[in-house]
């Protein structure tokens, strides 16, 4: 149905031009003073432009990281399947809110969310790893990386990927428990030494003197012969104690 002087239909079509390359065109007609007047723009840009954030849009739809958006009053615009599971709220929930305070528990290092307040008002990219809390108020340790996007010089969007690190601060934790575990028995080593050390060394050398006493009291051959035995099991014995309780050797293996 042709009405005069009106548009009658807009389409968009793929067109190879004659040197053998695809090309994108939007065209629209116009009946105006008995003539059918096309016009064809040429949209080959934009529409590559319009699949790469076709393609992105999936990607981050899709993605294991946590995408959220907000806007220049921090208020929540848009956030990904992801990050709604990280933290239990759906974007019906939180859409238009400052939901930050929600994600504060007893263990929140509130010393890293001044870092971020003081980055977001500065306009500044940050990153922090914090503990928050999730809906549900199960901890969930999280790596939060937040960069602004501008517009006309001015802050118009601010985009936060965030990743669940639960796992690997577990192991980290696991990791100075088990250090300071090291650390605490190596003392208690140290100490046991110390004072077996004193201990052992103490009555044995009591015992040798007095070998050495009875030695040079004119025994006779008999009692001689068995002080010269204790003399010598006695030396040994503490050369044994000597070495054992020497630290050095323990730690190398001799």
Not at 85 to 101: I, M, Q
Request: with cysteine; charged share 25%; proline share 3%.
């Amino acid at each position: 149905e042709i009405t005069q002087g009106k548009s009658r239909f807009t389409l968009e079509t793929q067109v190879m031009t004659k040197a053998g390359k695809i090309r994108w065109f939007s065209w629209s007609d116009v009946i105006k003073e008995g003539y059918w007047m096309a016009n064809g723009r040429d949209i080959t840009e934009t529409k590559k432009t319009q699949l790469q954030l076709q393609t992105l849009s999936v990607a981050v739809e899709k993605s294991s990281i946590g995408v959220l958006i907000r806007n220049a009053e921090n208020e929540v615009v848009w956030m990904n399947p992801a990050m709604e599971d990280f933290f239990g709220y759906c974007l019906s929930e939180l859409k238009g809110r400052a939901f930050g305070h929600l994600l504060v528990g007893e263990e929140t290092d509130l010393r890293q969310l001044d870092i971020a307040e003081k980055a977001f008002n500065e306009r500044k990219p940050y990153q922090i790893e914090v503990q928050l809390y999730r809906k549900d108020k199960t901890p969930v340790w999280m790596y939060l990386s937040n960069t602004p996007l501008f517009h006309e010089n001015h802050p118009d969007r601010w985009v936060c990927a965030a990743v669940d690190i639960t796992g690997r601060k577990k192991a980290e934790l696991g990791l100075v428990k088990t250090r300071d575990e090291a650390i605490r028995l190596s003392t208690a080593k140290e100490n046991f030494l110390s004072v077996m050390s004193h201990e052992m060394r103490t009555p044995l050398n009591a015992v040798i003197g007095i070998t050495d006493a009875l030695i040079q009291d004119s025994p006779r051959e008999s009692q001689a012969e068995n002080l010269e035995i204790l003399k010598f099991s006695a030396n040994n014995l503490l050369t044994l104690i000597n070495d054992v309780l020497d630290f050095t050797k323990i730690e190398t293996g001799n």
